[in-house]
């Protein structure tokens, strides 16, 4: 059946006239995606197509010859709901080479954290109960104690992420007053996290030390003075300044804090809760290690290489950790139950360290052996050539992963990737690299690699589902 207004395609002067959106709702094929999608977009989806078909009959657009047929018009509209009601936020693979990826979400939850979050987001849950005495709770006592008992710092506490348990500590303990950091730690983390900017909004005044390559004891020494409030160390987490440098140690600013009666504060950005040199990776300062050294009070990340949830952790001095639960901003701050829920079941795979690395995918990921990497490439790489016949060619290529979030910035990962090169060189061959890119992203499923060295490179190592790559490589389109 086609709806075709009569007098198509005769003179100019007489419009005919499109069918009417109630015609079109009520064409069979357009009631069942009416019945599949909902009144409201069908709706707008057949307003929008008859629009384009006016804009056809008037010339303005080319129309096909078959536009106004029902088996058409049910196609396009079919299409565009479908395009219209599929996620924003999608999963992707993320073969960049770099695990903990801000742009793509960071760390990935492990199956008990997942099981944790269905459960408290689906169901009633004590999160402000305390079910001993049947009164009301405090949410921060469902985390506190595994924080307590991991880190072995007196109390703990949960935010949102870490730039607000940085923010939220500076507030509250250095509102009007002055805190010291030394100048080679004024760090940016991602475009809108600058160190300087915090400490401006959080209340507090900056007082820099040192230079940039060299701060000394005595340089935090001489800035202290009747105004000070805090002594602030900023892990340089995501760069790495070499050669002729100088830091002062944790314990030697634990001390001259406390010789003034002040507290002193360490931004450690990710702080792992193991020590990564026992499972073969570069070591990476924790909580436990600034703890030992006398520090007050310590914030890191939930989803960097802990492995867990946004979320961001303060652990430190009873009576520090009672200061910043008592300013009103943590209320803003709060993390909800879902947040508690996964990083609650992540600690507790802390508990088990010897299992830790098969059951955390973060960790799991980071110490993949190169030797299965490079035998997982090899396995796929002869359905990513054939895929690629003809566009590029392909080699399994040594490359190096990135731990990312601004971890470990010098230290990279021998790992192995599939490496496709253009067969088009020259003039042209810069866009037919894009197209490769472009090709990958659009899979219903989005790949995301990167382009080294003239060749588009897909990381293995965080391929633990080779099978998702492989059934899409028949829907490369270039
Ligand atoms: C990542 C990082 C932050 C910010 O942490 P988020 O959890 O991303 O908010 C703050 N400080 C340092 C040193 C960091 O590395």
Redesign the pocket.
């Known amino acids: 059946m086609s709806l075709a207004p009569a007098g198509r395609g005769g003179k100019a002067g007489t419009m005919p006239a499109i069918p009417s959106v109630d015609r079109v709702l009520n064409l069979p094929a357009v009631r069942v995606l009416t019945e599949a999608h909902g009144r409201m977009l069908t709706l707008d989806a057949v307003r929008q197509l008859l629009a384009e078909l006016r804009e056809g009959l008037s010339g303005k657009l080319e129309l096909p010859a078959d536009a106004f047929a029902e088996t058409r018009l049910a196609a396009v509209l079919e299409q565009r709901l479908v395009a219209a009601r599929q996620p924003r936020l999608r999963p992707v693979l993320n073969l960049t080479g770099t695990v903990l990826h801000?742009n793509l979400g960071r760390a990935r939850l492990p199956d008990e954290a997942v099981s944790a979050v269905v459960a408290a987001a689906t169901q009633a849950c004590n999160l402000e109960y305390d079910l001993t005495g049947g009164a009301r709770g405090d949410r921060d006592d469902l985390i506190e104690p595994l924080l307590r008992e991991i880190t072995g710092a007196e109390a703990a506490t949960v935010v949102?992420?870490?730039?607000?348990?940085?923010f939220l500590a500076l507030n509250s303990l250095g509102l009007r007053k002055q805190v010291i950091v030394s100048r080679g730690e004024l760090?940016e983390?991602?475009g809108s996290?600058r160190?300087p900017d915090i400490m401006a909004r959080a209340g507090c005044r900056l007082r820099e030390v040192g230079t940039t390559n060299r701060t000394h004891l005595k340089d935090y020494a001489e800035a202290i003075d009747a105004k000070t409030g805090l002594l602030l160390k900023?892990?340089?987490?995501?760069y790495a300044i070499q050669g002729f440098t100088a830091t002062v140690e944790e314990k030697a600013l634990a001390d001259l804090a406390h010789q003034h009666g002040l507290p002193f504060m360490v931004?450690?950005?990710?702080g792992t809760l193991v020590n990564l040199r026992d499972h073969g990776l570069p070591q990476e300062p924790t909580p436990m290690d600034s703890l030992a050294a006398g520090v007050d009070l310590i914030?890191?990340?939930?989803?960097?290489l802990l492995g867990g949830p946004?979320?961001?952790i303060l652990v430190g001095r009873r009576e520090l950790i009672a200061r910043i639960k008592k300013n009103p901003l943590k209320r803003a701050l709060r993390v909800d139950k879902m947040t508690l829920a996964a990083l609650e079941a992540v600690l507790q795979l802390y508990r088990d360290p010897d299992r830790l690395a098969a059951r955390l995918p973060t960790l799991r990921l980071l110490t993949r052996a190169g030797a299965d990497i490079e035998r997982s490439a090899h396995a796929l790489s002869p359905a990513v050539s054939a895929a690629l016949a003809g566009t590029a060619q392909v080699e399994v290529r040594p490359c190096h992963s990135q731990i990312g979030?601004?971890?470990l910035p010098v230290d990279r990962l021998p790992s192995f990737c599939l490496a496709m090169t253009p067969l088009r060189r020259g003039k042209g061959e810069g866009s037919a690299l894009k197209a490769i890119e472009l090709a990958f992203r659009r899979l219903p499923v989005p790949v995301i690699g990167r382009v080294s060295e003239g060749a588009f490179c897909l990381d293995l190592r965080c391929l633990e589902q080779p099978d998702l790559l492989r059934a899409q490589l028949g829907d490369l389109r270039f």
């Open positions: 801000t949102n992420n870490n730039a607000a348990a940085v760090v983390i991602g996290f160190v900023v892990h340089t987490s995501n931004d450690l950005g990710s914030t890191f990340s939930g989803d960097k946004q979320a961001g979030s601004g971890s």
